[in-house]
């Protein structure tokens, strides 16, 4: 309900108050932030049986670090909501042998090789959890 609200009070003021046309900011804004956050999603997360293993990290990310908060370092993220997230990069890099090893070694390079591996092949299929 609040973000329903908060959406239309957006789009009200983006149309009336910039003037900008709300077809155009739904095709020029709202779709490609939608799309960016679930690149990182779908980068940065899997179905595991062991919880500690469905957050990645994708190491070299120095535009979508900033874009995303340092949450592509996404296994400090999790272990660590508490940290500010410019201090991520530091704890990653004093911690990564054992945050690799915590999360089963999913890691990737960069976002580039997300895209290399994944943009015509799927991901991971897990089960569905109702599937016998």
């Known amino acids: 309900m609040t973000h329903g609200a908060a959406a239309v009070a957006v789009a009200g003021w983006v149309t009336q108050v910039c003037g900008i046309p709300l077809w155009a900011y739904a095709l ?3 779709y490609p932030g939608f799309a960016l956050a679930l690149v990182r ?9 062991n919880s500690d293993h469905r957050a990645a990290i994708v190491e070299r990310s120095p535009l979508f670090g900033l874009l995303f908060p340092h949450n592509n370092l996404h296994v400090v993220h999790h272990l660590r909501p508490d940290l500010p997230w410019y201090a991520i990069p530091a704890s ?3 911690h990564r042998p054992a945050l690799v090893a915590r999360n089963g070694g999913l890691v990737y390079r960069g976002y580039t090789e997300v895209a290399r591996r994944f943009l015509f092949t799927p991901h991971h ?8």
């Open 92 to 94: 990653y890099r004093a």
């Open 125 to 132: 299929q897990p089960p569905h959890p109702f599937t016998h």
């Open 41 to 49: 999603s779908f980068a940065e997360h899997r179905a595991a049986e």
């Open 28 to 30: 020029l804004c709202v």
